[in-house]
């Protein structure tokens, strides 16, 4: 090696509290930046190697087989379907990128792994887990912007047909899931509050207070600023505030409840003022919008024809019933009408890199099922109510 890797601009070295602390920038699928972790790992042989991962995705690169030990019906039950729906589009947007111009998404950090492992260096893995950031971003969210966020993610999926090498480098200044959603972050300020400026400060909190004498921390370049400006800071980051989930706005627990509460009032009005003509009518609106757009939205995801059934009768009474949603339903009946081989499990990594993938593996399928026929009792709720309203006038 004839160049020393600590000469690179996308190096930053620091002092703190007796601590040499050598920052890496880094691009997620960047042969270039993967070399140069490897190059000044193995020159500097730190006590401690940090890299921007949690905890659960340091052990999915240490675990190769990660995917057949998923219970597809116990995250529908648990609500985390949606959080790994978009995780999975993450990884595809990753992996298309990576096989598109021939490395693998993340090989930055397996490089530091192998490389601190071979040096006996302590790792350290020191960002948040991501189902926690994405269900912060989510909670900040309001209806309209949550379906904006689903709709642009998955119309990701041709983003990385244009992205050229030379656009790589560009890609340092994001964060991957930033360059994802880069199309509505723009107009939603809490994507780049939760997703850059709340991880700069735990990966900051985390490398400084790292064991060791010299610490190497492996990073995308876009949290470098932030890094150097919290790190800096004499007063220690609450990293427990950054882990906790929000709590549901005050406005949003009302509308929980105020929707049914609104729908059965309309019920009652019907029947009392336009008489059994009248009530008999708003349910049947309210039956036919739920259903039939909760069905449009399993078809959507060619689900099987138990599962839009199922849909059809579950939207109407689950939308009066806020602990309960029609896609977790239908997930669930998907989950059991073609339940998940092994081999689906084992494809997965590889089917995500497509649209037609995505649809044809019976794991990634029962999410779409999960996302569309939510996003269908929802928008039924939203025609039947103005529609019910009208009969009364």
């Known amino acids: 090696m004839n160049e020393n890797p600590m000469d690179h601009n996308d190096i930053h070295i620091l002092d703190r509290d007796g601590k040499q602390i050598i920052l890496i920038g880094t691009a997620h699928v960047s042969r270039h930046s993967a070399q140069l972790v490897l190059d000044t790992i193995e020159s500097e042989q730190p006590d401690t190697v940090c890299v921007e991962l949690c905890s659960n995705r340091l052990a999915a690169i240490r675990d190769k087989d990660r995917w057949q030990n998923m219970d597809i019906v116990k995250i529908i039950k648990e609500k985390k379907a949606l959080m790994l729906f978009m995780n999975l589009l993450l990884a595809s947007f990753q992996k298309k990128i990576g096989d598109k111009f021939g490395i693998k998404p993340g090989q930055e950090m397996v490089n530091a792994i192998a490389a601190a492992e071979k040096a006996g260096a302590v790792i350290v893995p020191a960002d948040r887990e991501i189902q926690t950031t994405l269900s912060r971003i989510w909670r900040g969210m309001g209806f309209w912007e949550k379906t904006k966020l689903i709709f642009a993610m998955v119309l990701s999926f041709g983003q ?3 992205i050229k090498e030379t656009d790589i480098e560009k890609m340092k200044h994001q964060d991957m899931l930033q360059s994802l959603l880069s199309e509505i972050k723009e107009d939603h300020p809490i994507i780049g ?17 790292a064991q060791g004498d010299k610490i ?9 600023p932030g890094i150097l400006e919290y790190i800096n800071q004499d007063t220690p980051i609450d990293l427990a505030a950054l882990k906790t989930l929000p709590p549901a706005g005050n406005v949003g627990k009302v509308l929980k409840w105020l929707i049914p509460g ?4 309309l019920f009652i009005a019907g029947f009392l003022m336009g008489g059994k003509g009248a009530g008999t009518d708003m349910i049947w609106i309210w039956v036919l919008a739920n259903g039939i757009f909760a069905g449009i939205g399993a078809l959507i995801a060619l689900a099987h024809p138990y599962t839009i059934l199922s849909s059809f009768v579950a939207a109407p ?7 309960i949603a029609a896609g977790w339903v239908a997930g669930l009946v998907e989950a059991f009408a073609r339940k998940p081989k092994v081999r689906d499990l084992e494809a997965i990594p590889q089917d995500i890199t ?3 993938g ?3 593996n019976n794991v990634t399928r029962i999410l779409l099922v999960v996302v569309f026929t939510n996003l269908g009792s929802s928008i ?3 025609t039947a109510l103005p529609l019910m309203i009208k009969l009364l006038s």
């Open 160 to 162: 990385s047909e244009e």
């Open 193 to 209: 509050k939760v997703l850059i400026n709340e991880r700069d400060q735990f990966l900051a909190e985390n490398i400084r207070s």
């Open 216 to 224: 190497v921390a492996v990073v995308g370049a876009a949290h470098i």
């Open 262 to 265: 609104l729908i059965v009032m």
């Open 317 to 323: 009474i689950t939308s009066l019933n806020p602990m």
């Open 354 to 356: 497509s649209v037609k």
């Open 358 to 360: 995505f649809w044809r």
């Open 380 to 382: 039924g709720t939203m």
